[in-house]
């Protein structure tokens, strides 16, 4: 079993949709989480930390899941902005998920 | 406040030369890590390093790559004898002593093996 799982995708979706991205991962006593972005050969960037109580940040929204070891980000009313592959990352030694890929269409 | 600086931004080696790649992280930054990511692909955890000290290299090619990050001067990875497989970007990121922080990337390495 990979460290940490997503499925790549792609999400395909019209602008305004609501979208979801899970990410699970094997190691039980991970503490840190978060998710970046990357636009198409570009560096990530971090998008938001991933907190215990869940967290959200304008029209994100991330969620931990520490029974099931799954994090999420929900992302609503989706702009054309919002395309681009969205990673998501584990532990202190920074363990990268595949990435997800999302494309907004108007 | 620089960010984290990866030099050269392009690099093109024959095959059987060596590549060397330099990062230099963020002021009072003390983690290193290095990914490489092919075309269309995922980040690939390569290895982890702090001041002096390997903390995980299990993402290292057993052979031809080596990496460093000396007490002076920038994190170093190292790929010996490349190959055309060898191209691909190569992001560093880098991030401070406090646990749970998040860390920050440079622009990447682009390398060509011809």
């Known amino acids: 079993r990979k460290e940490v799982e997503q499925d790549p995708g792609p999400f395909n979706v019209p602008e305004g949709a609501t979208v979801a991205f899970n990410c699970t991962y094997s190691n039980s006593a991970s503490q840190s989480f978060f998710w970046y972005r990357q636009d198409c050969r570009k560096e990530p960037k971090l998008l938001m930390s991933v907190y215990s109580s869940g967290n959200e940040d304008g029209r994100f929204t991330a969620q931990l899941n520490r029974a099931s070891q799954y994090i999420s980000l929900l992302i609503r009313d989706s702009k054309l902005s919002d395309s681009a592959t969205y990673l998501c990352?584990?532990?202190?030694?920074?363990?990268f998920g595949a990435g997800t890929r999302l494309t907004v269409k108007p | 406040n620089a960010g984290v600086m990866q030099n050269p931004r392009h690099l093109v080696r024959r095959r059987g030369q060596e590549a060397r790649l330099r990062c230099s992280p963020m002021?009072?930054?003390?983690?290193v890590y290095w990914y490489r990511q092919l075309p269309e692909e995922g980040l690939k955890f390569m290895v982890y390093l702090q001041k002096e000290n390997i903390i995980d290299e299990s993402g290292m090619p057993k052979e031809r790559f080596s990496a460093e990050f000396p007490k002076e001067g920038p994190s170093i990875l190292r790929i010996q004898q490349v190959v055309r497989g060898d191209s691909a970007a190569y992001f560093c990121?880098?991030?401070?002593?406090?646990?749970?922080?998040?860390?920050?990337f440079g622009q990447g390495t682009r390398l060509t093996v011809v």
């Open positions: 002021k009072g930054h003390s983690h």
């Open positions: 990352v584990v532990g202190n030694d920074m363990r």
């Open positions: 990121a880098s991030s401070p002593e406090t646990m749970n922080t998040e860390a920050f």
